[in-house]
């Protein structure tokens, strides 16, 4: 007791105790506080300075509002160590140290870290070291989260890996597409920003995303998954799979392992990506599978639209064909099982390189047209022309070539004839 024996300076249990604080007005929390061995100080008027105490382990009960049906799930902590402060002159929390294996539980959502700090007043978690929370949507992982308990909003810092759950399915989804609601997005970066439970994303430093095969890396990353957009800045390298006709989903490799959690599960990410593919062919199961790799500055994509955008010096590399321009629209497949491409159109300083086994093929114009299915190119616009290496080259108003049955169709300017310098065949000399 302090001089005059009327006020507590200190108290200090020989074993295991308890504490708890009993809100004095209906919109605050109730807590309880428990540990092996705990020591607290009190300031003026007997009122608690600081708290602490080793095994230590929390329950928190928020009060329920106007707007909910039920009360809100308790939150739990467990942690070696805790150390609490108050705001002076008052029972109200102020700071929360918690550190060894700390972890932490509310309804479905769960985090673990070395340390975590709360800051009461301003609602807020950081944690530290090997810190992870997960929920039904997903989970993060990183070396510093600092989450906000009331809107669910987080950054994650330093060595961030990512995995987000399935959307379920809007009434006018078709799934499919970079934003492919039916599998698993997950991703590595730097650093890491969700806002809006989860809706809208950034990934920031040497960012990588994949759903299975189809692969985007860039500097930055930004996701609005309320009006299904993404887009990428900064070294942009995007990868899509072709969908082979005879794919059977039962043959696709696992994307990670389950991980039991409250509620729907989450998926374990990779400890890193599928490697990037070389533009063209790869053979899984006996199967060929074409890639369409594109880089460029910078990507805009709309997944109502399936149009991917991209500018500032594109190329486009696909199975043995590439394509160089100023800017590329990508059109990918109107199909909920398929986000491959089905068409392009490339405008600015176009030029399209293609190799066979017999030729090589090179085209140059200001606008191009890429049509997967026909295999067909189609050159207009800065006068395009066309080389064979095995047939000569040619000139026009509008060339078009169809690789898969070696067919060429030359449309010529009006009153302007069609130019064109074939090579000819030198006889082999008589036996």
């Known amino acids: 007791m302090r001089t005059g024996g009327r006020e507590i300076e200190a108290i200090e249990t020989d074993g295991a105790g308890a504490l708890e604080f009993i809100p004095n007005a209906p919109e605050k929390p109730h807590r309880w506080m428990n540990g092996d061995h705990i020591w607290m100080t009190y300031g003026p008027n007997n009122t608690i300075q600081s708290f602490r105490t080793v095994t230590a382990t929390t329950r928190t009960e928020k009060p329920k509002t106007k707007d909910m049906k039920e009360a809100p799930a308790p939150a739990l902590t467990w942690s070696k160590n805790m150390l609490a402060t108050f705001v002076p002159n008052s029972s109200s929390l102020d700071k929360l140290d918690q550190s060894g294996d700390f972890r932490y539980e509310e309804g479905d959502r769960h985090a673990k870290a070395d340390r975590a700090l709360l800051d009461q007043p301003n609602n807020i978690i950081t944690l530290l070291g090997n810190a992870r929370m997960a929920d039904s949507t997903g989970s993060?992982?990183?070396?510093?989260?600092?989450?906000?308990?009331?809107?669910?909003?987080?950054?994650?810092?330093?060595?961030?890996?990512s995995t987000r759950m399935p959307d379920k399915k809007k009434d006018d989804s078709q799934g499919g597409g970079m934003l492919d609601e039916d599998k698993p997005l997950h991703a590595r970066a730097k650093r890491m920003v969700s806002r809006d439970n989860?809706?809208?994303?950034?990934?920031?430093?040497?960012?990588?995303?994949?759903q299975g095969a189809d692969r985007l890396e860039a500097d930055t990353v930004e996701i609005d998954r309320d009006n299904d957009l993404l887009k990428a800045h900064g070294h942009v390298m995007s990868q899509l799979q072709d969908k082979v006709k005879n794919d059977d989903p039962k043959d696709d490799p696992p994307q990670g392992k389950a991980v039991k959690t409250s509620g729907k599960p989450a998926l374990k990410p990779k400890a890193d990506p599928p490697p990037?593919?070389?533009?063209?062919?790869?053979?899984?199961?006996?199967?060929?599978?074409?890639?369409?790799?594109?880089?460029?500055?910078?990507?805009?994509?709309?997944?109502?639209?399936?149009?991917?955008?991209?500018?500032?010096?594109?190329?486009?590399?696909?199975?043995?064909?590439?394509?160089?321009?100023?800017?590329?629209?990508a059109f990918l497949r109107n199909n909920s099982n398929d986000s491959s491409l089905d068409h392009a159109v490339a405008d600015g300083h176009v030029t399209v390189h293609e190799t066979a086994a017999d030729r090589t093929r090179d085209g140059w114009s200001e606008h191009a047209e890429y049509y997967v299915d026909q295999d067909k190119v189609i050159l207009e616009g800065g006068d395009p022309h066309f080389t064979d290496s095995t047939k000569g080259s040619t000139r026009g108003d509008k060339l078009t070539w169809y690789s898969k049955d070696d067919r060429f169709e030359v449309q010529g300017k009006p009153q302007e004839p069609v130019k064109s310098l074939l090579h000819k065949k030198t006889p082999a000399p008589p036996q």
């Not at 989860?198 to 994949?210: K, M, P, Q, T």
């Not at 199975?319 to 629209?329: G, I």
Request: hydrophobic letters at 35%; aromatic letters at 6%; one cysteine or more.
């Open 140 to 161: 993060a992982d990183a070396d510093k989260i600092v989450l906000c308990q009331t809107s669910g909003d987080f950054t994650a810092d330093g060595h961030v890996t």
């Open 198 to 210: 989860h809706l809208d994303i950034r990934y920031e430093g040497d960012a990588v995303l994949w």
């Open 276 to 329: 990037q593919t070389d533009a063209g062919q790869a053979e899984t199961k006996g199967r060929l599978h074409v890639f369409t790799i594109v880089k460029a500055p910078d990507l805009n994509y709309n997944d109502d639209t399936r149009l991917a955008h991209y500018t500032g010096g594109v190329t486009l590399e696909r199975d043995n064909m590439s394509v160089h321009a100023q800017e590329v629209h």
